[in-house]
């Protein structure tokens, strides 16, 4: 009778054992596909971060263009130094679109 009544005691304190040894068990395989989720890029975050830097590299060369074309409007005008700003920034459009995407 005591050992039955002791058993009967000590469930309670075993279930909770168990539970936390099955949370200890699994802890590392949780962690482990969480690590490869953060790692890894699905096709969906690919094409984003694509479409991303593609708009980017289109704002920057229009930025680009607007400020050689104001340039080059100062160089007909005259402004010399214009005329060099025009030049380089035109190399910087000609690099820019050169560059792998």
């Given at each position: 009778?005591?050992?039955?009544?002791?058993?009967?005691?000590?469930?309670?304190l075993?279930?909770?054992?168990?539970?936390?040894?099955?949370?200890?068990?699994?802890?590392?395989?949780?962690?482990?596909?969480?690590?490869?989720?953060?790692?890894?890029?699905?096709?969906?975050?690919?094409?984003?971060?694509?479409?991303?830097?593609?708009?980017?590299?289109?704002?920057?060369?229009?930025?680009?263009?607007?400020?050689?074309?104001?340039?080059?409007?100062?160089?007909?005008?005259?402004?010399?130094?214009?005329?060099?700003?025009?030049?380089?920034?035109n190399?910087?459009?000609?690099?820019?679109?050169?560059?792998?995407?």
């Amino acid at each position: 009778m005591r050992i039955w009544f002791g058993t009967m005691l000590a469930l309670p304190l075993l279930a909770g054992c168990v539970s936390t040894v099955k949370s200890v068990v699994t802890a590392p395989v949780k962690a482990a596909g969480q690590v490869v989720d953060w790692s890894t890029t699905s096709q969906d975050e690919a094409d984003r971060n694509r479409g991303r830097a593609m708009r980017e590299r289109e704002e920057r060369l229009g930025k680009l263009s607007r400020q050689r074309d104001k340039a080059a409007d100062k160089c007909e005008r005259g402004d010399h130094e214009q005329c060099r700003r025009a030049e380089v920034l035109n190399h910087e459009i000609e690099a820019a679109m050169a560059e792998p995407m």
